[in-house]
């Protein structure tokens, strides 16, 4: 067929994937349709180097702007999606045009998840996700006295980091009874507890948020048991949803993400997902997992890509994540949930250490904490397991 292949979201999955087709020799027309004004950047340094100031535009981007042009690959900047027939094989964008393809990979990523409550739409509220985001943070940031961050995961206690580093106050709001709560053991949880408190951030854990307070601008979060948290800055961190709705609308079968095979491939004929928006099975660790990872974007990318090359494709990762916080470096290598005991290696004391999670004998996740050696150890064992 001559139709190109065609792939709507040029984020992190996006962009691999573009790139492992033409490595791999195909030679036929590619296109790559996203819909912010920007290209394809990494998004991990927007809560960490990029958020700090400490790291230059051009360093986010994943190529240089003259790489789409090398390798042909017709890049439409800022457009967005709107339907895609799987009858026709056909994507509409939003200004009318439709393109055919051969075959298409959505690789549409999340979206920040929105605080369904009173207060939300206040100004100096504000969730991070894209690179558009940062500009009126940082300006926000810098003119804050208080800040509030609501979701103790990573977006939000790297932020805390940043915003400590800016010589602000503040605060913490966590539902649950710990920092971290579905990603690590008490164990991660309490280390990093400590090392923010020593900084200087007030946790506010096991606190629900009933409103946000304020006139017209943010003014404070109120708790759930009726304490004001003063702000003039909150950060709304409460996890991401994967951007599906194009894909349901277009039948494909969506369960939590888009559904896909270890192929990568969707419910519909020639149509493949990627990255952030996937659901997929792993023979691994038994059970449908979908992830939200630079290791997962990149890797199942490179699978689809593959795939839509008719090579045999079988994706079942060890999955991987980072996260920085001040001089710390968390790493995670496997899928924890599930463990019934811990091991530790080193001390927290001294700020090196590891944990393994075991399901009975078997090794099912290791964080690790400043410790990139033991890191890349653990995924070797898993790898191998
Ligand atoms: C602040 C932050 C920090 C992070 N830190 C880490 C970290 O330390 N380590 C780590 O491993 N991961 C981290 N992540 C997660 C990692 O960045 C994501 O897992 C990764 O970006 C996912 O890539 P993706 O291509 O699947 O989705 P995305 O990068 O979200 O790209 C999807 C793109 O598709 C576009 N799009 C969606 N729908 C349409 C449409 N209909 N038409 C056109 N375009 C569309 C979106 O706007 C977006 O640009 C972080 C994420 C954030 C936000």
């Not at 800040?147 to 995961?153: P, S």
């Not at 839509?308 to 980072?322: A, C, G, H, K, T």
Request: hydrophobic share 45%; charged share 20%; proline share 5%.
């Amino acid at each position: 067929m001559n139709e190109p292949i065609i792939i709507v979201g040029a984020g992190q999955a996006g962009q691999k994937a573009v790139e492992t087709l033409r490595q791999k020799g195909y030679e036929g027309d590619l296109v790559m349709i996203g819909d912010e004004p920007f290209h394809p950047y990494q998004r991990p340094p927007l809560s960490k180097a990029y958020l700090k100031g400490e790291m230059d535009e051009e360093r986010l981007f994943l190529r240089p702007p003259a790489y789409f042009e090398t390798a042909a690959i017709d890049f439409r900047k800022g457009a967005w999606v709107s339907e895609i027939d799987p009858a026709s094989h056909t994507v509409t964008l939003e200004d009318g045009e439709s393109l055919i393809y051969s075959k298409l990979l959505i690789a549409t990523g999340t979206r920040a998840r929105a605080l369904p409550i009173e207060g939300s739409d206040l100004a100096g509220v504000f969730t991070l996700r894209t690179m558009a985001d940062i500009a009126p943070i940082r300006a926000a940031l810098e003119a804050a006295e208080w800040v509030a961050i609501v979701g103790g995961g990573y977006i939000g206690m790297e932020f805390a980091a940043v915003a400590v580093g800016f010589g602000k106050e503040v605060t913490v709001i966590e539902v649950q009874p710990r920092i971290l709560e579905r990603s690590v053991a008490p164990e991660i949880s309490n280390y990093l507890q400590d090392l923010h408190r020593s900084k200087g951030v007030r946790l506010e854990l096991g606190s629900g948020v009933a409103r946000l307070d304020g006139e017209g601008a943010v003014s404070g979060v109120v708790l759930a048991n009726g304490e004001m948290v003063p702000a003039d800055l909150v950060l709304v961190a409460v996890g991401a949803e994967p951007v599906a709705e194009l894909a349901a609308a277009a039948g494909l079968a969506v369960e939590g993400g888009i559904a896909v095979n270890a192929a990568c491939r969707t419910s519909a004929p020639d149509i493949y997902a990627a990255g952030d928006c996937t659901v997929f099975p792993s023979a691994r660790f038994g059970r449908t997992i979908r992830l939200e990872s630079v290791q997962n974007a990149c890797d199942q990318a490179k699978a689809a890509a593959a795939a839509m090359l008719d090579e045999d494709v079988s994706y079942d990762p060890v999955p991987w994540f980072w996260s920085d916080q001040y001089d710390v470096k968390l790493q995670i290598a496997g899928l924890s949930q599930g463990y019934d005991r811990t091991e530790i290696e080193g001390s927290p004391d001294e700020g090196q250490f590891a944990l393994s999670y075991y399901a009975g004998d078997r090794l099912l996740a290791v964080d690790t904490v400043n410790s990139p050696r033991q890191h890349m150890m653990a995924r070797k064992m898993l790898t191998s397991q």
